[in-house]
């Protein structure tokens, strides 16, 4: 039972850095994207891939994956300069879907839909079994960390200032001379790069990764965590991944009283309730559960 | 060639009415609604539901099924979209998107996920200067063509195709000249609800009826709008047939596996080079 809530925590941490990430461009720019799980994608084939078919230490491979998701993030924000948000929504749905093609298409690289086995992990053989659950817990609580104090600094300077500006009016915030275009690439790889590290610890963790994984589903996830913690607010979405977390793995139990369900309508129940969820969410707190804090400027 | 012709013709007859109805939803209430991929699906299970389970004719069939996916198409209108029309896009976009869950995974509660096929009697293709045709796909370019036609007349002499001309140029403005939106909105969700069901029929010929046969049709109906210029009903039709010869030209170089990722490469390359779409009117923001 140990063992259970271990590996549901080291879960609910690859929500979180993913709605930190997700926040970062949508919640602080307003840059809509409904590609996570292609950026998702990217970090743990680029890992995946590097560590076993390339032979890289698995550090170096990890590492790698941010530089992957960086690269990505600022090419697709390219198509942000004449997007209005919504079309942004459809084109970047697309990027994950043609990511999502890719790998099941190209066995040649990926293994196609049998899946990629990772067998390389960090500190591999060093620790027990049980050990090395703690460990990787471990591993992504201190990156979950780092990236929510790099995101609160990002939103408490100067610069986070001109992003909720842009977020708000990105034609205003271009006549008081801000390059709009530059701090959204910036922030979008960023954003980018930090989902591309969330699916590299993905990668090694579960060791075997395979294209049905990264369905558009995860964004859903990711989205319904910013929603509901609350866009703009880094703690709240912390809140956010845990509720969604929560509401993934108790609706697994509704097989215990609903006997007369099978595996597959089970599965298509708890969708519902996620769909419902969110519509109730958007309907009742269209602002989250904990609200963007008011900004105050105290020099 | 000619084989491929009658190929891009048929995809483009599945895609054009949707993508016609999508056009209209997006030009009066102003976001991109996710959900027409769970309409359709739920669309083509309403028909086989008459089809099948019940054994009527597929005409008959189909005109039930119609009826049944407009009246709740409406309906998700009603309960989960009117409350939220003050919303921005992005919030009605991820609703729709939750929406669209909650209809293909209603449809696989009830039906599981195998796949399905209408009653028809089994038919040879038709042959002609060795081109291959069946009959279904005849069906599908006629009620298309037919489609088109319609929805040209009802915009164009209607009383309530004026008003929805009117709505979706300026809201405010119908408003103020004693247009009564809530009725056109209503009728053109019924209208297009009807559409969408009878894309279930059409899809469900051509391809196979489960829960993502809205879900792979989305983004083509998608692409087929966008071209056209999003909002112009006559633009979704050239769209539908643009994006239909696309996606038949790049089966002959690519596998056919890739054919979703066309459609957002035209989507993306079009929106890079003219944001409003081939037909559209470049729209003023704020």
Redesign the interface.
């Known amino acids: 039972m140990t063992f259970y809530f271990v590996s549901i925590a080291t879960y609910v941490g690859f929500f979180m850095i993913m709605a930190l990430a997700l926040n970062l461009q949508w919640g602080m720019t307003g840059m809509?994207n409904f590609g996570v799980a292609g950026f998702y994608a990217i970090g743990a084939y680029t890992s995946g891939l590097l560590s076993v078919k390339a032979g890289w230490p698995v550090e170096w491979a990890m590492l790698a994956a941010p530089v992957m998701g960086l690269i990505w993030g600022a090419a697709v924000a390219l198509?942000s300069i004449?997007?209005?948000?919504?079309?942004l929504?459809?084109?970047t749905?697309?990027?994950g879907?043609?990511v999502r093609?890719f790998v099941?298409?190209e066995d040649w690289l990926t293994e196609g839909p049998r899946g990629l086995r990772i067998d390389a992990r960090p500190l591999g053989g060093m620790l027990d079994r049980d050990q090395y659950a703690y460990f990787y817990l471990a591993l992504v609580a201190v990156t979950v960390l780092i990236i929510f104090l790099i995101s609160e600094r990002i939103r408490r300077s100067p610069y986070g200032r001109v992003l909720r500006a842009i977020r708000e009016?990105d034609?205003v915030a271009g006549v008081l001379g801000k390059v709009v275009l530059r701090y959204r690439i910036q922030v979008f790889a960023l954003g980018g790069a930090f989902m591309g590290l969330g699916g590299a610890l993905y990668a090694h963790y579960v060791q075997n990764i395979s294209p049905d994984v990264f369905m558009p589903m995860v964004a859903?996830f990711i989205?319904m965590s910013v929603?509901v913690g609350g866009a703009g607010n880094n703690k709240g979405l912390l809140i956010g991944a845990g509720v969604v977390m929560a509401l993934l793995e108790g609706t697994r139990f509704l097989g215990d009283f609903m006997i007369w369900l099978d595996a597959?309508?089970l599965s298509?129940?708890r969708?519902?309730l996620?769909?419902?969820l969110?519509?109730v969410v958007?309907?009742l707190r269209?602002r989250g559960l904990m609200p963007e804090e008011k900004f105050r400027y105290n020099p | 060639m000619g084989q491929v012709l009658i190929n891009a013709l048929v995809n483009a007859a599945l895609i054009g009415p949707p993508a016609v109805a999508f056009s209209m939803l997006f030009g009066i209430l102003r976001f991109p609604n996710f959900a027409i991929g769970g309409y359709i699906t739920v669309g083509a299970f309403a028909v086989f539901a008459f089809n099948v389970t019940l054994g009527l004719p597929l005409v008959l069939a189909t005109l039930l099924g119609m009826a049944v996916t407009g009246a709740l198409v409406w309906l998700s209108d009603e309960i989960v979209f009117k409350p939220m029309r003050e919303h921005s896009p992005i919030t009605l976009l991820i609703v729709s998107i939750a929406l669209t869950l909650i209809l293909e995974q209603g449809v696989r509660l009830f039906w599981g996920a195998d796949v399905r096929g209408f009653d028809l009697p089994l038919t040879r293709p038709m042959k002609f200067a060795g081109m291959r045709i069946t009959v279904e796909q005849v069906w599908i370019i006629g009620l298309a063509l037919a489609v088109a036609s319609l929805t040209h007349a009802i915009l164009r002499y209607t009383r309530i195709g004026k008003a929805m001309r009117a709505t979706s140029d300026n809201f405010m403005l119908a408003q103020v000249r004693g247009i009564n939106t809530g009725r056109v909105i209503a009728f053109t969700w019924l209208y297009c609800g009807a559409l969408f069901g009878l894309t279930g029929t059409l899809g469900g010929l051509d391809l196979v009826i489960e829960p993502l046969l809205g879900w792979n049709l989305t983004i083509p109906i998608f692409a087929a709008a966008i071209l056209g210029g999003i909002g112009s009903a006559y633009g979704a039709m050239l769209g539908a047939l643009l994006v239909g010869i696309a996606e038949e030209l790049t089966v002959l170089v690519l596998p056919s596996t890739y054919k979703v990722g066309v459609g957002f490469i035209i989507i993306a390359l079009l929106l890079l080079l003219r944001p409003q779409g081939l037909f559209g009117e470049a729209q003023i923001k704020k």
Request: glycine letters at 6%; hydrophobic letters at 65%.
């Open positions: 809509v198509l004449r997007l209005r948000e919504d079309f929504a459809i084109v749905l697309g990027f879907e043609i093609l099941l298409n009016d034609v859903i989205w929603i597959e309508k298509a129940l969708i519902i996620i769909g419902v969110l519509i958007l309907r269209p």
